[in-house]
């Protein structure tokens, strides 16, 4: 079954305590992103990955990193999380490069919250 | 600046009757056109996509319309049922890349 994965689903942290996210995808997609998703402002981009190495940011980026070490695979790294980052996350992924996304698959989300 | 918009944050509707979903954007550089659906406790879903060649898709009870002039795209589900109550999420991508732009979301309500 095609599926992006992510983990942990849910997720509570402190201030300053580094965490990451991990997202893999079983499609054999070269893009994959990441998004927040906050009330009242949709999904926004945080960063994105064309291929294996190759990153670049979102609309979003600061405070988070990611890499992209193996095509399955696009972690989301929160190096000194703060509560501004409490939201809901997800990770994506498409097999089209420089033309539309019309299949762009989303992970089940990934609820993080900072006290 | 946000650059795709859908100011209405909620709609509730009748089974059985129209529901319309409308989306804004400012950037004219936008080509391409999608709608997602998202159900609680779950990713969104790719529903329907328009191209900015044409000015209407159809995909059974699915319908967009795209207005290029005035820079608006509407979501058409006809008939509503109570299954198609979700989150509806815009998006839009210029040609050159593969990044999509999302709007806020409108919570669809559809009631039996």
């Known amino acids: 079954e095609a599926q992006v994965t992510q983990n942990p689903r849910y997720l509570i942290t402190v201030t300053g305590k580094k965490l990451t996210v991990t997202c893999s995808q079983n499609?054999?997609?070269?893009?994959m992103s990441w998004y927040r998703q906050d009330p009242g402002l949709g999904l926004r981009q945080i960063y994105y990955?064309?291929?294996?190495?190759?990153?670049d940011k979102g609309d979003v980026p600061e405070g988070y990193k990611v890499s992209r070490k193996e095509k399955r695979n696009f972690p989301l790294i929160l190096e000194s999380p703060s509560p501004n980052q409490t939201s809901l996350y997800f990770c994506?992924?498409?097999?089209?490069?420089?033309?539309?996304?019309?299949?762009?698959?989303f992970g089940p989300g990934t609820r993080l919250t900072v006290l | 600046d946000q650059q795709v918009k859908q100011n209405s944050p909620s709609l509730s509707v009748q089974e059985g009757r129209i529901s319309i979903l409308n989306c804004d954007y400012t950037?004219?550089?936008?080509?391409?056109f999608l709608w997602y659906k998202k159900y609680p406790a779950e990713g969104p879903t790719f529903l329907i996509s328009?191209?900015?060649?044409?000015d209407k898709n159809e995909d059974g009870r699915f319908t967009v319309f795209l207005n290029k002039s005035a820079k608006h795209l509407s979501l058409h589900i006809v008939p509503s049922q109570p299954g198609d109550s979700a989150v509806y999420f815009c998006?839009?991508?210029?040609?050159?890349?593969?990044?999509?732009?999302f709007g806020e979301g409108t919570q669809l309500t559809v009631n039996p």
């Open positions: 994506a992924s498409h097999k089209t490069g420089g033309g539309y996304t019309d299949t762009q698959y």
């Open positions: 499609m054999n997609h070269e893009y």
């Open positions: 990955s064309m291929n294996v190495e190759v990153t």
């Open positions: 950037n004219s550089m936008f080509d391409y």
């Open positions: 328009i191209s900015s060649i044409k």
């Open positions: 998006a839009a991508e210029e040609t050159s890349g593969s990044r999509l732009t």
